[in-house]
């Protein structure tokens, strides 16, 4: 309420901050006016004006409006659009490292140009960021001409790029790329062995083309690169026999709520509960003792190793709560994810922990091999390392709080070009899912009749096929969007504005491509007769768990101020409904008033339900979010610590210092473990020697009498002092052999280092498996998960640090071989070439790291 009165009397927070940069949009227009007499080679040279004044002390901000007026001259004369002022308040709002909510139609891909051109003039290289290929290569061949009129060179990122092109790519000034290939690209160049393979420069600045779809729905699922694990998919099968056997009983809040109130248990009588509301699954003790007869143990969790709990649980999960068609698809003998939020197939992803190999055995396909992780890291993470990172949508203003949370991103709310003229009609609410699709398909019918274009917006792809099938029972044609290929998804969705088309989409296909009412491109004639049945009309065949993917369903008519109408058909049968809603209590509301089959009821009340239930799933979807973030905040410390020592390594940076830090401490551990200074009987000296043996190749014979008196550091230094004399003679021996032992060093500590990582992932994961169960003893999870996580690291560290000080003293070089003649050849001109004969690729490499050649000093030779 009080929020309400500021905003009335001083304007809204979006309405202050546009005040406060419109001196920039009066300047541009003044440049703009005084450059358009400019030649084309006279308004391309301002480009290397600019890049003079920034070497010269200027800042992008002194140049903003002159820039911004040379991109809207350029963009003119070369793709024939003009930037609005409002799409340069925009252009503004990105570069100000801020997130830009425009309405659909407002020509977002053209106000990306504006930022990405003036931040590549320090050509420390942009990024823009979209969420598939066909929207990142459509964009690079759309504006990628205005940049390179203006002397800029662009780059796009495709899926079937080897390295070699990727680095090409990237080393442009401008790059379009998807969201999942540049965070696998950041993970892939932190697995490499040699710093040439790496493809990405330092992250600087970043657009981020539909936002809130890549940093808030896509947040929920972390990137990971894996590798397949020596585990046996046999249990899978098992598992997959008994589960049918089971007793289980789906709840809801409602039964919980009940439960608790008439103090009755939820399991009785039951061997499994499965939770559709948070997604989980439980055996109860009826369950476990039928598990164990039928697996043959005697205490399901005394095996911890077998995992017995763990791989039921995810095949209750794969038979209860993941959908044939609605949660995945099966096509050529696999399982392919269908994404919540947009209904696209993500071919190549695999859940996690598994629950994808559950699935398998559920559909009785072949079971692919578990794999572990290799790397990983969540898009929170990954976007927070650019240095400036922005964003734009048509929908963000809903998820404000999160951005700002999570990302420090402000929202600033841009007005239309031309005001809104979308009517939104009230929500009508049916008592069971049979009246609504009855209800839909009796208007999609009336409309067709009258020539008005339809898009209807569904959840799933079952329901897509499922009104289909209604519409072809009555004849009417029309266009299903399954969201299988991009390309095709964005040519059947420009076409929905045309007279009298049908077009069921999975609520957010064809995101990023505009519908123009008559066609695109439009017909005149057909484009007025199309405006006077009303524009296009949206139906939502159920509301979302968010209500901003049902504003994006919404905002896909009524662009640049035509006509266009929505409204949402609910049932209390819908899974929003069912979960979140008490539909019991509106049931009876309903049944109270006289409501009859077919009818439909248009209330406050309802809208309330509603917006509380959605409401309350956007509040969950947060704290899974946030407890994904919070968890990976201690990974990405790790992660931070880990990859910046293998950068130093792959950069060439010197490890002797660090390799005798290392040894520095293994001494001093040693010397605290087992000798006591003040009191010398409880010292343990056989011990001292025999771990300092296994280390330094030294034999060390410390005893009570020849130490006594000694302080612990005193001890450490004298030992270090040997030990650093056995290190400086031993590299000076392979430099005497022709080899460079610091070389040999890096990549030494790289290896270790990769394996150690590895292996600490693989115990992170298998921690935050398990850690929830310590909420049982009332012990905060993600605190014990932070403590556990810290003692991981610093055991892995250690183990780094102990087994590079005992390869460094172990290293052998390669026994020499016998001097034998060497063989020229002569080619066809006759003239001599080098040795026949050399170390071959799969030798061990001479310098004793023992790796093979090719994989070692062959890989920097080739």
Sequence with gaps: MIRTVIDKVFGTKSERDLKKIQHYIDAANRFTQEFSSLTDDELKAKTQEFKDRLAKGE?????????FAVVRLAAQRVIGLRPYDVQLLGGIVLHQGKIAEMGTGEGKTLV????????ALTGKGVHVVTVNDYLARRDRQWMGPIHEFLGLTVGFIGHDMNNDERREMYAKDITYVTNNELGFDYLRDNMVISREDRVLRPLNYCIVDEVDSILIDEARTPLIISGPSEQSTDKYYIVNRLVPSLKVRLITEKDEVKAKYEGTKLEEGYDAIVDEKNHTATLTETGIAKAERFLNVPNL?????AGWVHHITQALRAHHLYERDVAYVVKDGEVIIVDEFTGRLMPGRRWSDGLHQAVEAKEGLQIKEENQTLATITFQNFFKLYKKLSGMTGTAMTEANEFWQIYKLDVV???PNRPSQRIDYPDQVFLTEREKFNAIVREVEDLWKQGAPVLVGTRSIEKSEKLSAMLRGKGIPHKVLNAKYHEMEAQIISQAGRKGAVTIATNMAGRGTDIVLGGNPADPKEQQEVKEHGGLHVIGSERHESRRIDNQLRGRCARQGDPGCSRFYVSLEDELMRLFANTAKISSILSAMGMKEGEAIESRLMTRQIEGAQRMVEGRNFDIRKQL????????QQRTAVYGLRNAILDGQDMTEKALQMMEECIYDLVEAYYHPTHAAKSNFDALNVALKSLFPVNFNYNIDNVSGKTRDALAEEIFSQVKELYHARVAYFAEQGLNFAEIERMLLLQILDSAWKQNLYELDQLQNSVSLRGYAQKDPLIEYQKEAYKLYCAMMNRVRDLMVGYIFRIQLPPRREAQPVRRQENASGQQEGPAHKI??????????????????GAKQA
Excluded: F, H, Q, W
């Design 301 to 305: 969790y005394d095996d911890v190793g």
């Design 629 to 636: 973030l919070d968890y990976d905040k201690v990974m990405n």
């Design 59 to 67: 800042t992008l901000d002194d140049i903003l409006s002159e820039a």
């Design 413 to 415: 709310e841009i007005r």
């Design 112 to 119: 990306a140009v504006l930022p990405s051109y003036l931040n």
């Design 840 to 857: 071959g690729r799969n030798d061990p490499c001479p310098c004793g790291s023992g790796k093979k050649y090719k994989k070692c000093c």
